[in-house]
């Protein structure tokens, strides 16, 4: 399963471990589904290690999983903060995942057993997510030119156009 973010940098296609993570991946698609996703901004940009998004107050503290609760973390060995593009859960700590995720920009070991990783971006890493990377940000690295996710569009098939 796939989906591609629609961003006012350019499009970012991810692919998403359904099988592998069927809580956050059932999550991560069902808002993407409903449109919770659209025009939420990216919150929080550190160069050299992850852009965050998936907060509809804009603020980086709030947003809701599909089930208005928190879930559980789903970590699987196998699947790590090993590379740029890696796509997780935002959380506050074990069990507190909701709607936020994060993209890696380089890997980021420190975060295994931590995060959920359910995903990688496929397409646009070169150009949107470099992009993304390059941006100035403030003290609390919110971006200083605001980048929102302006739809998401969802394939049944990775390589879909």
């Known amino acids: ?8 940098l350019g499009d970012l296609k991810l692919e998403i471990f359904c099988e592998s993570v069927p ?8 808002l993407s589904a409903s449109a919770y996703y659209n025009n939420t901004p990216f919150h929080r940009n550190i160069a050299g290690f992850m852009v965050q998004g998936g907060d509809p107050t804009g603020r ?3 947003g ?17 903060h090993n590379a740029r593009g890696v796509v997780s859960t935002a959380n506050r700590g074990p069990g507190t995942n909701g ?8 890997a980021a070991p420190h975060l295994d057993g931590a995060n959920t990783v359910f995903g990688k971006v496929i397409e ?3 150009t949107t997510l470099a992009a993304m990377e390059a941006l100035e940000v403030d003290k609390k ?3 200083k030119e605001p980048v929102y996710i302006k ?6 098939n990775p390589l879909a156009d």
Do not use: C
């Open 141 to 143: 690295y919110r971006p």
């Open 23 to 30: 809580k956050a991946a059932e999550n991560f698609l069902a």
């Open 1 to 8: 399963m796939s989906i591609t973010l629609h961003t006012t």
């Open 151 to 156: 739809s998401v569009t969802i394939h049944a």
């Open 64 to 80: 809701a999983s599909i089930w208005d609760a928190p879930f559980a973390d789903e970590i699987r060995p196998a699947l790590r």
């Open 60 to 62: 980086g503290k709030g």
């Open 124 to 126: 646009g890493a070169d």
């Open 99 to 106: 709607s936020q995720f994060f993209i890696a920009y380089a």
